[in-house]
């Protein structure tokens, strides 16, 4: 009975684990997720998404950002500019005005009254109230930690923050606005750990503590923060262990240590080889002999031994081979990398896990809408971010993917590329003798026909037909077009605003006014065409 008991339990919390893992899946450069078993939880909609505290996700639709749950519930509507890591069920977001405020896990808000907040770091965040700009601290319900009157701030915990003047010297201050030190220092550590703090002056560093006083002798090459009673510190050349006195408890034979402590352990050199130890201990986690290893939240690391790059557990035993030249992480914020091995491109996720096996001559680091570009000898196609194929390497010139479409060419014509993978291919007026086609912005496309410019939509409609001289991007909501030399404007959407027949066209008054010179004539217009009044520049 005993046994069986034990064996429903384990089940049980497999099952429970089972279910906190969203799978992702994709379609047209969109994510949606499924559970464990296939079954479906939320369509494609979202452009990214990334893990966020405990079971959460954050997603983004469109420019906007909001939270979902491991069961694909939406738990915070996609409607923040910006929405930072949750800590403890908050998190600051930035609404659409740009205002910063708080929202829990449920997406309720309170104290949407600052200009920027940043993280929260022990209960406590920089901000910047709305409408002004000094900076000071507050607490997750908006308690004022220490007062708004510094030009910068860094947080370190503990109720303390550390400031400085003109990027020279730094100053420790508590409470309200009480300077715990003068600024002498040249800086610190990340965060007051265990009510101490690493400081630095002149090269050399030591600690204090919220008072204020230097407890431990600023004497040190290097020193870490503590953890557990204890820190690492260079002297001499020679790495030690001390504890809160500042008495040497063990002489440890690394010659350099790394700036962050993680779950206990931080990185050490030996003969400029990287491993991992205990911090309180000193026993070796993962031996000193790679040349780097990038350590993240993930259970694997790649780590790289004699310039080839391999996968590491946290235990430092090789889960796959040191045989990639290459490991480079790739756009869209999922923390995928991008491979190279044998001089073959593939693609491995955030947990070390292949979702593309190296095939292809290139990969590129950047893209958009959810797809980046490949190339197989001299053709070129697309991959969305999970590695699964819009378009094989076809097209004899291509651009990534921009407003939803990518254009291509091949078979000497220009082509619109679709997230479904379907091409339409451009012409004007049954010939598709085209000269250029620039990426789509705000959704036309610049094209070049018989040396002379037009705009296009994205289904190839062309809005403007190829009469201009010239057209340009958009800038301040306007384009700028040329014939014979004389200077008009288009609206994002095609439509004249002004005639091309000035000699010189500006947008000024915080750009929002048109400035248009003929010979000896100004005159002014607002984005719409309509003649104003010269506003005060």
Do not use: C
Request: aromatic letters at 12%; a neutral charge; glycine letters at 10%.
């Amino acid at each position: 009975m005993k046994r069986k008991f034990i064996f429903s339990t384990l089940l049980l919390v497999l099952q429970i684990l089972k279910a906190q893992d969203l799978i992702p899946y994709t379609s047209e450069g969109k994510f949606g997720f499924k559970d464990q078993s296939g079954k479906l939880l939320t369509p494609a909609i979202y452009h990214s998404y990334s893990k966020n505290e405990g079971n959460l996700y954050k997603v983004k639709t469109g420019d906007k950002y909001g939270i979902i749950d491991s069961k694909g519930k939406t738990k915070v509507k996609p409607i923040y500019k910006f929405i930072n890591n949750f800590k403890d069920g908050i998190a600051p977001a930035q609404r659409e005005d740009g205002v910063y405020g708080i929202i829990d896990v449920n997406g309720t808000e309170k104290i949407f009254n600052y200009r920027y907040l940043s993280s929260f770091t022990d209960g406590g965040a920089v901000a910047s109230l709305k409408g002004q700009e000094k900076f000071g601290v507050v607490d997750v319900n908006g308690k004022t930690l220490i007062d708004f009157k510094y030009d910068n701030i860094i947080y370190r915990g503990n109720s303390v923050g550390m400031t400085h003047k003109d990027y020279g010297k730094v100053a420790y201050i508590g409470l309200g606005s009480e300077e715990i030190t003068p600024y002498i220092y040249d800086g610190g550590n990340k965060i007051f750990a265990e009510g101490l703090m690493a400081v630095s002056l002149d090269g050399k560093h030591g600690y204090i503590d919220k008072a204020g006083k230097i407890v431990i002798p600023i004497m040190y090459e290097r020193a870490s923060s503590f953890h557990n009673g204890v820190a690492l510190i260079m002297l001499d050349k020679k790495m030690k262990m001390i504890d809160r006195t500042g008495k040497i408890i063990r002489d440890l034979p690394y010659e350099e240590m790394g700036r962050h402590i993680m779950d206990g352990k931080i990185p050490v050199w030996l003969n400029d080889k990287m491993g991992i130890i205990e911090m309180t201990t000193g026993k070796v986690v993962i031996e000193p002999l790679y040349d780097d290893i990038t350590i993240d939240r993930s259970t694997k690391y790649w780590a790289k031994k004699d310039n080839k790059y391999g996968i590491i557990d946290k235990n430092g035993k090789t889960v796959l081979p040191h045989e990639f030249s290459e490991v480079n992480s790739t756009y869209g914020g999922n923390e995928n990398s991008i491979v190279v091995k044998d001089g073959k491109y593939g693609m491995y996720d955030a947990d070390k896990n292949e979702i593309l096996a190296p095939v292809y001559d290139s990969i590129s680091k950047n893209g958009g809408n959810g797809f980046v570009m490949t190339k197989m000898g001299s053709k070129y196609g697309f991959i969305d971010l999970l590695g699964k194929e819009l378009a094989h390497p076809q097209f004899d010139s291509a651009k990534s993917f921009s407003d939803g479409v990518a254009v291509v060419f091949s078979e000497n014509k220009f082509h619109i590329l679709y997230p479904s993978g379907t091409k339409k291919t451009v012409s004007y007026k049954g010939s598709s003798d085209i000269q250029m086609v620039e990426n789509f912005n705000s959704g036309l496309a610049i094209v070049i026909y018989m040396n002379k410019y037009g705009l296009m939509s994205k289904n190839g409609d062309f809005i403007v037909s190829p009469l201009y001289q010239f057209i340009g991007e958009p800038q301040f909501d306007v384009r700028l077009t040329a014939i014979a030399d004389q200077f008009g404007l288009l609206d994002l959407s095609g439509n004249t605003i002004l005639e091309p027949k000035y000699d010189k066209i500006d947008v000024v008054s915080d750009y929002t006014i048109i400035k248009a010179t003929l010979g000896d004539v100004i005159s002014y217009f607002d984005k719409k065409g309509n003649r104003v009044s010269e506003p005060d520049l």
